[in-house]
C-alpha cells in the first residue's frame, strides 16, 4: 500500500499492492481552499495509530496542512491556514512532512527557507532549521524539498537548490552537511536538485537524486553515496527514473519510488537492478489509473 500526493489532481490517492487504480482519500472536488478541498499537494504522512490512521498532507497551493481522518469527507487544519507569510502561525507553500516519535510535525516550508516543528495541538510553529534568508551557509536552506527524522531525533533536510542534504540535531543553530554540498553534478559524491528523502533504522539516509534520475544511500560521515535505483539518464524503461521526487521504504524493504516525470510509482526490491510497476500507467490523466502533472 501507498499513499500518493497527486499533485495536479489535488487529491490524495491510496493505492493498494496489485491494484490497478487507487482510490481518491482526500480532495478530488476540484482546486479550492474549502476544507473539503486541496490546491497542490505535495506530501503526505500517517500519523502514528492503529490499522486506520490519519493522513497529514502538505496543502501546498493553500498554506496548510490539513489533518484527514479515515471516511472523514473534510480536512481539519493542524498548521498554517492563514494566508501566505513568513509568521511563526503562517506557511508559504509547504512541500514536505515528517513526524518524530513524540507526534511533533516538521514542515519543509520552502519560500521562507526554513523547517518548522509543530508540536500536537501548537498554534504556531517553532523554527528548526534554516529561516535566516536563502543562502549556502549552514545556518541557511534554499528550497527545502524534503525532510525526514530519524530515531533520535534528527532532522534531515534535502536543499535542492544548494545540492546537499543537512543534518540538524535537535536544538542546533545551524547544520552539518550530510550529503552532497560538493557543487550541482553527476559524481557520487555530488546531488543534483535532491528532493524527497527517507531516514533508514540502519542510520542511512535515501535521497531522491531528482536531477540525476536515481536513488542513492548516503551513510553518515560517508564521502560519497550509493545508487540503489536508476542508471542516471532519465528514461521509462523499468531500470530508469525520470527526475524522482520522494522515495519510501515498504515491509519488505524494497523501495517505493514516486518517479514524477514518468507519472508512475516504482517498487524496487532490494538489491534489484530494475524495478516493476506498483501505481500509474505512465500517462498524465485525472482518471483513477494515473497521475496528474505533478505528484
Known amino acids: 500500500m501507498c499513499l500518493v500526493a497527486d499533485t495536479g489532481n489535488h487529491r490524495v490517492l491510496i493505492w493498494k499492492e496489485g491494484s490497478e487504480e487507487g482510490i481518491v482519500m482526500a480532495g478530488g472536488r476540484g482546486k479550492g481552499s474549502e476544507l473539503f478541498q486541496l490546491d497542490s499537494p505535495a506530501g503526505v504522512s500517517l500519523e502514528p495509530g492503529g490499522r486506520l490512521r490519519n493522513m497529514l498532507i502538505a496543502d501546498t497551493g493553500n498554506n496548510r496542512v490539513l489533518r484527514w481522518k479515515p471516511g472523514a469527507q473534510e ?41 518548522v516543528k509543530w508540536a500536537p495541538g501548537a498554534s504556531e510553529g517553532e523554527v528548526v532549521a534554516g529561516g535566516n534568508g536563502k543562502g549556502k551557509g549552514l545556518h541557511q536552506l534554499n528550497w527545502p524539498y524534503g525532510v525526514a527524522v530519524d530515531g533520535f531525533g534528527n532532522l534531515y533536510v534535502a536543499e535542492h537548490l544548494n545540492h546537499r542534504v543537512t543534518r540538524w540535531e535537535p536544538g542546533a ?24 528523502l527517507f ?84 500517462g498524465v490523466g485525472s482518471e483513477l489509473d494515473r497521475f496528474g502533472s505533478g505528484f
Request: charged share 20%; with cysteine.
Open 173 to 196: 543553530k545551524e547544520g552539518t552537511l550530510f550529503a552532497g554540498g560538493n557543487g550541482e553534478g553527476s559524481e557520487l559524491n555530488q546531488l543534483c536538485g535532491p528532493s524527497g
Open 199 to 282: 531516514a533508514e533504522d540502519t542510520g542511512a539516509v535515501l535521497v531522491a537524486d531528482s536531477g540525476n534520475h536515481r536513488i542513492v544511500r548516503w551513510w553518515p560521515e560517508a564521502a560519497e553515496g550509493e545508487i540503489v535505483a536508476g542508471t542516471e539518464e532519465s528514461g521509462f524503461a523499468l531500470n530508469q527514473l525520470s527526475w524522482p521526487s520522494a522515495v519510501s521504504v515498504d515491509k519488505t524493504n524494497a523501495l517505493l519510488i514516486a518517479d514524477h516525470l514518468n507519472h508512475r510509482v516504482l517498487r524496487w526490491p532490494k538489491g534489484a537492478k530494475c524495478g516493476e510497476l506498483f501505481a500509474g500507467k505512465g
Open 75 to 115: 480536512g481539519e487544519v493542524v498548521a498554517g491556514g492563514h494566508g501566505k507569510g513568513s509568521e511563526l502561525h503562517q506557511l508559504n507553500e509547504p512541500r514536505a512532512l515528517a513526524l518524530d516519535a513524540s507526534g511533533a510535525l516538521y514542515i519543509a516550508d520552502l519560500w521562507n527557507y526554513r523547517v
